[in-house]
């Protein structure tokens, strides 16, 4: 399993978690957390982190 697919089930069981357990506002703030967390992220790195980032995905992360 992919690095990807662990972060998105993780996310989609705690987006779960909260709709079921939390108020609809605060689930709202969970989804929105779990979806901006890696955007942010992302748009903090460097030109060339970013790039570096790309080819590391095509070539796939340690190979």
Known sequence: MSPVQKYAI???I???FSWIFLPGWLTLLVVLGVVAAPVVGYMMLDPSQRERLKRARRRG???
């Open 61 to 63: 992360i340690g190979g």
């Open 14 to 16: 705690a987006v779960l």
């Open 10 to 12: 993780g996310a989609g």
